[in-house]
C-alpha cells in the first residue's frame, strides 16, 4: 500500500460526458501529479501541484483541468469525453525532495469512455 | 530535452534465471535520479530502486540490482534468480533538478516461463 489513495477505480461513461477522479496523496506530502497510461501513449505527465499550486504542467489537454485543494487532496476533471480519453490514469505524490525522492503511486482509476 | 529510452518490448526468461532490462538515458542535467517501477497485471505502479547521478555505488534492493554506467547514460536493472511473480512490465524513469516530474521509458514487458 503506497498510502496514495484514488478513486473511483473503475469508471465507465459516454462520449461527451464530465468525470472527476480523485487523489488524496500520503500524509505529509505536499506534491501531486497526474499521469495518464494509455496502450499507445505509455505514461504521460499530466500535471503537477505543489501546495495547492500549480507548479508544472505537461501534455494536458485544455479539456482537462485539475486542482488542490488546502487539505492537499487533488481533483482531476475531465470534460468533453472522447474515445481516446479511455486510459488509466495515476495519481503520484511526493515530498517535496527535488530529483531524489521516488513518487508514490495511488492504485489508478480506469477510465472507459463508450 | 530529457528522455529515456528502453529498446525491450518484451523479454522471455526462464525461472530462476538472471536478467537484465535496458534503459538509457539522456539528459543535461549533472542533477538527476533514475527510478524503475514495476507495474503487474493489476495495474499498480510498484517503486523497485532509485539510483542518483552523484551515487558512486550501483543501488542494490534484495533480488534487484541497478547496473549504473553514466559514461554511456546507462541504468539497466538486473532482476536475479527470477520468479514468476516478475512478470509484469517494468519501466524506468528520471527526475532531474529542472524538474520533479517522473520522465518514463516506454516500458518494457517481462514474462517469467516456469
Known amino acids: 500500500d503506497s498510502g496514495v489513495t484514488q478513486t473511483p477505480k473503475h469508471l465507465i461513461t459516454a462520449t461527451g460526458q464530465r468525470v472527476t477522479l480523485r487523489c488524496s496523496p500520503r500524509?505529509?506530502?505536499?506534491?501531486v501529479y497526474w499521469y495518464q497510461q494509455s496502450l499507445d501513449q505509455g505514461l504521460q505527465f499530466l500535471i503537477q501541484y505543489y501546495n495547492g499550486e500549480e507548479r508544472a504542467k505537461g501534455n494536458i489537454l485544455e479539456r482537462f483541468s485539475a486542482q488542490q485543494f488546502p487539505d492537499l487532496h487533488s481533483e482531476l476533471n475531465l470534460s468533453s469525453l472522447e474515445l481516446g480519453d479511455s486510459a488509466l490514469y495515476f495519481c503520484?505524490?511526493?515530498?517535496?525532495?527535488?530529483?531524489?525522492?521516488?513518487?508514490?503511486f495511488g492504485e489508478g482509476s480506469r477510465l472507459t469512455v463508450l | 530535452a530529457q528522455k529515456i529510452t528502453q529498446t525491450q518490448p518484451g523479454m522471455f526468461v526462464q525461472e530462476k534465471e538472471a536478467v537484465t532490462l535496458d534503459c538509457t538515458y539522456d539528459?543535461?542535467?549533472?542533477?538527476?535520479?533514475l527510478f524503475w517501477y514495476k507495474q503487474p497485471s493489476s495495474g499498480e505502479m510498484i517503486f523497485l530502486i532509485y539510483q542518483g547521478s552523484y551515487d558512486q555505488q550501483n543501488a542494490t534492493e534484495g533480488r534487484y540490482s541497478l547496473n549504473f554506467q553514466k559514461a554511456r547514460k546507462s541504468a539497466n536493472l538486473v532482476i536475479s534468480a527470477s520468479q514468476l511473480g516478475d512478470s509484469a512490465m517494468y519501466f524506468c524513469?528520471?527526475?532531474?533538478?529542472?524538474?520533479?516530474?517522473?520522465?518514463f521509458g516506454q516500458g518494457t514487458r517481462l514474462t517469467i516461463n516456469p
Open positions: 500524509s505529509g506530502d505536499l506534491s
Open positions: 524513469a528520471m527526475r532531474y533538478q529542472g524538474a520533479q516530474k517522473l520522465v
Open positions: 503520484a505524490s511526493s515530498v517535496e525532495t527535488g530529483w531524489t525522492g521516488e513518487l508514490f
Open positions: 539528459t543535461s542535467d549533472p542533477s538527476y535520479g
